[in-house]
């Protein structure tokens, strides 16, 4: 038969306590820190135009769910000089039940994110709620301005994807 030559006393029981639960806290941080997707629907072109800013960074985009219980789009590479970031463009998310609207963000070459090696416009954006294998999402794009010719151009893309 095994006998412990020690007796734990109560201060060591209180270290070893508050070593789990410091533990779990920091494991609890880093999880809410880094969402990590739940559900992704890669997006793909359906009308419009091409985004793209270039041919060797063609636009790319997904629709999540995080562990957090946000749904958000990312469409990135676009194209700055026919989707600019000023303002001209109404960006449209559909997800499910959702729906809301955004803007056209830039996205500088320096960025990390930015794969292109050039500047490129981007739709980042995320609202709370869920949703269910089958459901669709759909990003719509539209910006209209003046152009270098005084002549009013309008540049439209649609994606759309399904989880």
Same mark, same amino acid.
């Given at each position: 038969?095994?006998?412990? &030559?020690? =007796?734990?006393?109560?201060?060591?029981q209180? =270290? =070893?306590?508050?070593?789990?639960?410091? +533990?779990?806290?920091?494991? /609890?941080?880093? +999880?809410?820190? /880094? @969402? &990590?997707?739940?559900?992704?629907?890669?997006?793909?072109?359906?009308?419009?135009?091409?985004?793209?800013?270039?041919?060797? @960074?063609?636009a790319d985009g997904? @629709?999540?769910l995080d562990d957090q219980g946000r749904v958000g789009v990312h469409l990135t590479n676009m194209d700055p000089a026919r989707f600019p970031a000023d303002g001209s463009c109404r960006v449209e998310v559909k997800v499910g039940a959702l729906s809301w609207k955004d803007n056209v963000t830039l996205l500088p070459a320096t960025d990390p994110r930015n794969t292109a090696g050039v500047p490129v416009t981007e739709?980042? +954006?995320?609202q709370p709620g869920t949703v269910v294998v089958g459901d669709k999402a759909e990003v719509k794009v539209r910006c209209e301005s003046m152009g270098q010719n005084g002549q009013r151009e309008r540049h439209e893309t649609r994606w759309a994807g399904t989880f």
């Open positions: 038969m095994l006998r412990l &030559s020690k =007796v734990v006393r109560p201060w060591q209180k =270290v =070893v306590l508050g070593l789990a639960l410091g +533990t779990m806290l920091a494991a /609890f941080a880093i +999880t809410s820190v /880094f @969402a &990590s997707a739940l559900m992704k629907a890669d997006l793909h072109l359906v009308s419009g135009e091409d985004p793209s800013v270039a041919p060797w @960074a063609p997904d @629709a999540q739709v980042h +954006t995320k």
